[in-house]
């Protein structure tokens, strides 16, 4: 049986971000979710089409912000989800608009607006000028919680995320690294200031936090700069600062999609069987 919540993160990174939330089926009606636009339509539609959904089978499409690592400008010319509404708080629909995509297809997110059976919440985030948006997608009795692209976790960001079942948080750089790479000092302050990226450490707090008020059972490190940090520095500094949570916990790629994660099953169901890993 379908579980009422299962992702695939196709691609996080700088150099595109996108993912697939599909909803536990009912009647006719799009069922699937997308989170940015990161991809190129070539690689997002062949994406879907390996998973067999019909572009207008999407439901909705929440955009965090509109930076071009999370909203691809060839969507301008190409738009092909019929039934989809663009899911974006105000504050990101002109860019949005000016990348190509018809106002008429937007929603306000701040509305807590509904896409097929879920209930979508978003919160602002802290991220350069005009911010990114944490969303918080709940149905069936479960809920999952996305945030990226932030610069920090505010009381009232953790008291959001607080009760989901999985959350897909961004792990961006390693402090040590950034400190001492050759990028100019201005672009380490605008990162690591508090209106950039999350550090390793700073998304470990957060899911720490965010665990002590209720268990999660699924997490997801997203965004992981290619220059400023690695898998193997965020697996030991889990492993020796959080390991009851380590071997939950999956780092997205920029290059690989991950396996099916199914939120709202038993564990033993967590991840997808198949350990077909597709390069989009
Ligand atoms: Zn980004």
């Known amino acids: 049986m379908h579980p009422p919540i299962r992702i695939r993160i196709l691609a996080s990174g700088s150099q595109g971000n996108a993912a697939i939330v599909s909803l536990r089926p009912r009647d006719d009606a799009p069922t699937h979710l997308i989170i940015d636009l990161g991809l190129s339509p070539r690689k997002l539609c062949g994406a879907l089409a390996v998973e067999n959904i019909k572009p207008h089978e999407i439901a909705a499409i929440l955009i965090t912000h509109a930076d071009a690592d999370h909203l691809h400008g060839g969507w301008a010319r190409r738009w092909p989800f019929e039934n989809a509404k663009v899911i974006a708080r105000n504050a990101h629909h002109r860019a949005i608009a000016n990348a190509g995509i018809q106002p008429s297809h937007m929603l306000d997110a701040d509305a807590d607006p509904h896409a097929f059976s879920a209930q979508i919440k978003a919160f602002a985030l802290p991220h350069d000028k005009s911010g990114s948006t944490g969303f918080r997608i709940s149905t069936d009795g479960v809920a999952m919680g996305w945030a990226t692209d932030l610069g920090r976790m505010s009381g009232d960001a953790l008291a959001f995320f607080a009760g989901v079942d999985a959350l897909c948080i961004e792990s961006n750089y390693d402090a040590r690294m950034q400190q001492h790479s050759s ?93 077909f890993a597709a390069q989009y």
């Open 183 to 275: 990028r100019p000092d201005f672009l380490k302050e605008r990162i690591m200031g508090g209106h950039g990226h999350l550090s390793n450490v700073e998304a470990m707090q957060a899911v720490l936090h965010i665990h002590g008020k209720r268990a999660l059972r699924h997490i997801v490190l997203l965004h992981l700069s290619s220059q400023c940090n690695s898998q193997d520095l965020v697996r030991e500094l889990w492993n020796t600062h959080a390991p009851e949570l380590a071997g939950d916990m999956q780092v997205a790629t920029q290059t690989l999609s991950l396996p099916w994660l199914s939120v709202g099953q038993p564990r033993h169901c967590n991840w997808s069987e198949s350990l």
